[in-house]
């Protein structure tokens, strides 16, 4: 089944590149939560998009936010159950015209071929702790998430 995570994951990007907001959210479960480093521009700290309807408005909200933006999977890890993805985020502003270009790793857990939740990170280290493989050790699961900085009850995006 890893195979087939990735291959979602990989459909995720393509259909997020090309602004399908209601295709992204078809891969997603019905309570999906998306977590982004990134968001206009500016990082994000306890921002959440969960569901159908909230992982729509993401996707539409970089389009509102960017003239043009593309998130290159530059190196997949299958991990089983979860995914790790180095993006190469390429962007210009709508309104600046000014380019941007950001790095973030991303880690998708999914369930029955599809994802069921997904994080960004600035960081590479972070990312593997959040799925339980940084540290001494690693760490796994919730607790892998803590202390990367991720709690469940975190505010969330209406």
């Not at 990312?127 to 505010?155: D, H, I, M």
Request: zero cysteines.
């Amino acid at each position: 089944m890893s195979q087939e995570n990735v291959e979602v994951v990989r459909r995720t990007f393509d259909r997020f590149n090309r602004q399908e907001a209601k295709a992204v959210a078809e891969l997603w479960t019905a309570g999906g939560e998306w977590r982004p480093a990134i968001l206009g521009g500016g990082l994000l700290e306890s921002a959440a998009f969960r569901g159908a309807d909230g992982l729509a408005e993401f996707v539409d909200l970089q389009a509102e936010t960017w003239e043009s933006s593309v998130a290159e999977p530059v190196e997949i890890r299958d991990l089983g159950d979860s995914v790790l993805v180095k993006v190469r985020l390429s962007a210009v502003g709508r309104a600046s015209g000014i380019p941007v270009e950001r790095e973030t790793w991303n880690v998708y857990e999914l369930r029955d071929g599809r994802i069921a939740t997904g994080w960004a990170f600035t960081g590479e280290e972070e990312a593997l702790r959040a799925a339980g493989l940084g540290g001494a050790g690693g760490v796994a699961g919730e607790r892998g998430r803590r202390e990367a900085g991720l709690r469940r009850n975190e505010p969330t995006r209406p």
